[in-house]
Structure formats: C-alpha cells, structure tokens
C-alpha cells in the first residue's frame, strides 16, 4: 500500500489543505512538532504517514481525544 492510500485509510484525503490536516495531526503525538506545516506531500511526510499508519489504531485514538 503507497502512502497516499495510507493516508486515506487514516481519514484524510490527499489534498494540500488535508495533508496540512494529517501533518498539524501528527504533530500533536509526542514529540511535538516533528513536521513543518507545508501542505505538500514531502519525504518528511511520507515518512510520517508510514508511521502513523503503522500506529493507526493509536494514532486515531490519540487524534480523536478517545
């Protein structure tokens, strides 16, 4: 599975508002500000969407406040 649908399986879409969303998001796991807030979708975010979708069950608890 490529990033990209990674990110969609996380809840967001691929645009540079949604990957602004998915990197603000990220950013709030510790620790904080790991990810610059560019909207595009950099090797830094991909990256980060990897990881979190390795995490996804935590990171969508953790980004949900559940």
Do not use: H, W
């Amino acid at each position: 599975m490529n990033s990209r649908r990674k990110l969609e399986a996380l809840g967001y879409g691929t645009t540079a508002k949604e990957m602004e969303r998915f990197q603000r998001d990220y950013n709030c796991l510790p620790p904080k500000r790991l990810l610059p807030l560019t909207g595009r979708f950099d090797a830094a975010t991909a990256k980060a969407i990897d990881l979190a979708y390795e995490v996804r069950t935590m990171f969508i608890l953790t980004r949900d406040g559940d």
